[in-house]
Nanobody, 126 residues
Framework: QVQLVESGGGLVQPGESLRLSCAAA????????IGWFRQGPGKERGGVAC????????YYADSMKGRFTIFIDNAKNTVHLQMNSLKPEDTAVYYC???????????????????WGQGTQVTVAS
């Protein structure tokens, strides 16, 4: 059974950093791509970043490039999302998800997702 558990959310001030973690259980990171998605207030859920463990390929939403970094800790079967220079508009519930490989066009709207985590709240406010 594919299970994902997010952690690391919280309240931060604008300009600060936060690292989210997605622990995988019931499978190894070679089995699926792992993506981070977010859903802000009044918005639809959309993809933030995605990584394929087997070849190290990463994909980012254009607005996240340069501020967010997705990376893997294979020893802990965990995928992290490092978020820097956070802005109030980054406030959202962040979800991680397991996606079928290869990652397909449309992954940002959830195409290919086989399992979702429960989400973790990130709030950026003064």
């Amino acid at each position: 059974q594919v299970q994902l558990v997010e952690s690391g959310g919280g309240l931060v001030q604008p300009g600060e950093s936060l690292r989210l973690s997605c622990a995988a259980a019931g499978f190894t990171l070679d089995d699926y791509a792992i993506g981070w998605f977010r859903q802000g207030p009044g918005k639809e859920r959309g993809g933030v970043a995605c990584i394929v463990s087997s070849d190290g390929l990463t994909y980012y939403a254009d607005s996240m490039k340069g501020r967010f970094t997705i990376f893997i800790d294979n020893a802990k079967n965990t995928v992290h999302l490092q978020m820097n220079s956070l802005k109030p508009e980054d406030t959202a519930v962040y979800y991680c998800a397991a996606l079928r490989r290869p990652v397909i066009l449309g992954w940002q709207v959830g195409l290919g997702v086989v399992s979702w985590g429960q989400g973790t709240q990130v709030t950026v406010a003064s």
